[in-house]
């Protein structure tokens, strides 16, 4: 298309074309603030010289332990620096980064460790029980050895070495500080393998290119956006989506990363008073931990920190008590296959900064628009693959399309191309457009109830059975019907002393949902939930068949 | 390097791989800022609804006129609208944008026209004549038939139109305000052809592609940082690396272009004060122009104006002057053959912020460091490509590689080989790096002046004439000389009003410079400027050799 009549002499060469990746905002930052704060962990302060010193060493001893470029080298690790080390140190030595959710069962993990054929795991001494029992389970079932365990102590935390390996510090040691990079010579190489928690079956391992993880860096530095010098406070586990990729972002403008062992109000607190954070992402339950601390828990600031927030849309309630403590809350939205965040709520101050409180609230709960790093994101007709119409309630699936999107699903063809069926990302996840073209997920789109040929959105119902006062948790599936096909089933968990009866809950929902989505059935019970939290739905469909 | 053991199905494909060009952002901005403001222009305000729709008729309207994928379209205009939506339209169009200076002489443009083999010139009703007669040259000569003009007619400006040419407004009228853009199949297509001009011979035209320009941008907006929303003062001429990408940068927040025809003082404070000026660029000059200005063309704000200035480092006296205005200045430093700024004199406030004034201001007129568009910027030995030792004198070439460096020179592989020799662009600017690293540039290599074997940077020389309180300009170029070789000779413009004798100068140099830096000969005269106002240093270097 746009080349030149005679472009002779006007190839890519190594002047003028460079492999995308995050190691060089890293190298960037070592060569022009060496003195500058670049990893706070408590009482542990590291420049940018100790901390790239620190990764470099990092880089060279697992040479010498024999990791090759594109062996996978794992960790079992909070927030704490080995973490922020790994999320560097691993691509700087050419292997591929998998980070594993500490929350996961010994079979998850010996799973994955075998899946990925890992080499080497970085697991703190909290978790190397865990990595422990994941080689053994290999080693019964014939899965092979499992990576060698390298024990992170993190003597702040009051863990005393188990004795039983080599520790991070030592492993440090024989290392060289000054050891170069291994760059990728294409920027297409593999970068990190993220297994994603799904509700149902094995794992998935998502695959990130540098292409992408360079991207994901420089577009929240420039959208979020975070300014010079950011601090950012890492709540976000470096297991999830290497923790959206913030600890990369952060070191574009030279920026400050704060980790965290245990999330905390009074950790927060004392980081935001302490260190001045900036920026942080989380989860709404981290909003909520910050509005219920203890009076002795929270401490004074006099700046605004900046919050991205994603899982699910920051309730009304949250947004009305969190933002008079100082911060600014910015919806956020992605998935373990797009490196995290590629949707934000903009937020357009001159027309809806004087909306009443509640009116400010419900925009702010929409999902958003497209972030700069990712080409599009839109809601698609799954089986025409046309947009539907911006209305605000035609239902579609979000899809996604870009270099934020992985190279796909490691060892497993099949997932991956039905993933990128017809050339977009598949999300799973239902939405509407608005008019103004801001997008608003309803729900997943295996959670939606189709009763009668209406599709019903568990979130709707779930959400009006959340407004009860009674009620703590609501989860609502399909249950399986002779006359309508499926009608809304809803699973409930009420507030400590509070009551309620199934038919209270259900006039409650007749009152305020049309009758075809309103709950057939209500069951009491404590809901089923994996490790990083989400609701099985997968087990109370099971449940709801039989009832 | 770092592939994975099994890459089956990782591929790259279009779900997961999008080339990168700066059309993305403005397709981003028209989806989510439809209503804001994308540009102004005296009194007319474009929303981003109306500018997109403005450039995708000129997309459409070229293809109509028969420009195709690949084809040059040339510009010969201020920085009015036109001149805005061309940035965006050709490259919309598939086609490669020739911004052409609009100081250059006939000749000059008719060897552009000629070269580029432009087909379509949008040209301002002011340099209609020129755009006439390089074409008459052109026919006289055997060159070809030139470019198609379309004329814009700045009706604020007070220019009728000269009824010899579609009007840009008609030409327009017959596009398509939904037509989509002719996006880049691979990311290295050719998005600009931007010619040097150069001190001497021919102009080189400088290739870009959409990667780099996409990635000028989104580093730009990180990196500066342009934050939400800026609002951003276009004083850089289009023309010159298209405004340093700045017209690019300005969308990805959704921010706003300020178009200005003439750099008047009071022009650019009515802009700050009436549009709320976040951001400009500009020479040092136009720094001079801030502080000269008359006290009837100043007006009041209270915000602070982020300005970065490139070309010259910006003089102490001026920056203790501009500052208290509100201003904060930081220098930048590239070249056309790098997209504009890759280098940036970052401030580090922590350690240089209680600095007395003049420190201050030393530290701001050092060259600086990397951006973090760019992979490396370096000083290296000519010769042997060694890194010169961080100093604080030892005298390289600065050197860069990465993806904000041209694809190379058109139609000139001789010239393109020499400027990437080694694998580095050879920038022919001469620094030596200070001991963080920060480089400072002393000169161009060709100003060099060789005296007994020991090397005097002109431009040091310069400055301490320029000290002399009745000297407005001086320049140093080399003598011939039979005992040393070459020996410094200044060319010295005085301030009006003002005398001085030559031997008055060379006592003042003696006393402040080492004997072998002090001119031996010093010459009053006016000194001869490009269409751009560089010196031209070939010029006196001629004239030395008669004296």
Redesign the interface.
């Known amino acids: 298309?746009?080349?030149?009549?005679?472009?002779?002499?006007?190839?890519?060469?190594?002047?003028?074309?460079?492999p995308?990746t995050p190691l060089?905002?890293l190298e960037?930052a070592e060569?022009?603030?060496p003195?500058?704060e670049a990893l706070i962990y408590g009482q542990e302060r590291f420049s940018y010289a100790d901390y790239v010193g620190r990764i470099r060493r990092l880089v060279s001893a697992l040479a010498g332990r024999g990791v090759a470029?594109?062996d996978?080298v794992s960790t079992l690790l909070p927030n704490i620096p080995a973490h922020f080390e790994a999320t560097w140190g691993v691509?700087g030595a050419?292997?591929?980064l998998n980070t594993i959710n500490t929350r996961l069962d010994v079979d998850t993990v010996a799973y994955i460790f075998s899946h990925g054929?890992s080499k080497l795991v970085l697991a703190d001494t909290q978790f190397v029980p865990l990595a422990e029992a994941a080689k053994k389970l290999m080693a019964a079932e014939g899965m092979g050895e499992g990576p060698e365990i390298i024990e992170v102590v993190d003597e702040a935390a009051g863990f005393a070495p188990t004795g039983r390996h080599t520790t991070y510090e030592d492993f440090l040691a024989g290392g060289d500080p000054a050891a170069p990079f291994?760059?990728?010579?294409?920027e297409?190489?593999?970068?990190a393998?993220n297994y994603t928690s799904g509700t149902t079956g094995r794992p998935k391992g998502v695959?990130y290119s540098?292409r992408?993880a360079h991207l994901i860096a420089?577009?929240t530095?420039?959208?979020w956006?975070?300014?010079?010098w950011p601090r950012l406070l890492q709540i976000v586990p470096l297991f999830h989506c290497n923790g959206w990729g913030h600890a990369w972002a952060v070191t574009?403008?030279?920026g400050t990363a704060i980790g965290i062992r245990e999330i905390r109000a009074g950790a927060i607190y004392d980081a935001i008073a302490d260190h001045k954070v900036t920026h942080f992402g989380g989860a709404p339950i981290v909003l909520q931990t910050i509005i219920n601390a203890k009076d002795e828990e929270r401490r004074p600031f006099d700046h605004i920190v900046e919050v991205f927030t994603a899982g699910a849309p920051p309730p009304a309630a949250v947004l009305a008590a969190i933002e008079p403590l100082g911060f600014n809350v910015t919806q956020v939205y992605g998935l373990t296959e797009t490196y995290g965040h590629v949707v934000e709520c903009?937020w357009?101050e001159?027309?809806w900064g004087d909306l009443p409180q509640e009116e400010r609230a419900e925009i702010k709960a929409r999902t958003g628009?497209?972030m700069?790093m990712i080409?599009a994101v839109t809601v698609l007709d799954p089986k025409t693959l046309e947009e539907v119409p911006a209305d605000g309630h035609s239902l579609g699936e979000v899809m996604?399309?870009?270099?934020t999107?992985?190279?796909?699903?490691?060892?497993?063809?099949e997932a991956?191309?039905e993933a990128?069926a017809g050339?977009?990302?598949h999300s799973g996840d239902v939405a509407f457009r608005h008019p103004d073209?801001y997008i608003k997920i309803t729900d997943r789109s295996k959670d939606i109830i189709i009763s009668g040929g209406e599709n019903i959105s568990s979130i709707e119902v779930e959400g009006v059975l959340m407004k009860h006062p009674a009620v703590l948790l609501a989860a609502v599936v399909a249950k399986p019907d002779e006359k309508w096909g499926e009608v809304p089933c809803a699973f409930v968990e009420l507030k400590e002393g509070q009551t309620a009866t199934e038919e209270e809950l259900i006039a409650f929902c007749r009152q305020r949902l049309a009758g075809f989505k309103t709950p057939k059935k209500v069951v009491f019970r404590e809901l089923p939930k994996t490790s990083t939290g989400k609701i099985q739905k997968f087990v109370l469909r099971e449940a709801a068949k039989t009832l």
């Open positions: 298309m746009g080349w030149m009549k005679d472009e002779t002499g006007l190839g890519k060469r190594k002047a003028n074309h460079a995308l060089t905002f960037r060569k022009i603030w003195e500058r470029p594109g996978v691509p050419g292997a591929v054929e291994v760059m990728p010579e294409d297409w190489e593999s970068l393998l695959v540098h992408g420089l577009g530095a420039a959208a956006p975070l300014g010079h574009v403008n030279g903009v357009k001159e027309l628009v497209a700069p080409e996604m399309r870009g270099n999107v992985m190279k796909g699903y490691y060892k497993n063809p991956t191309e990128f050339g977009w990302f073209g």
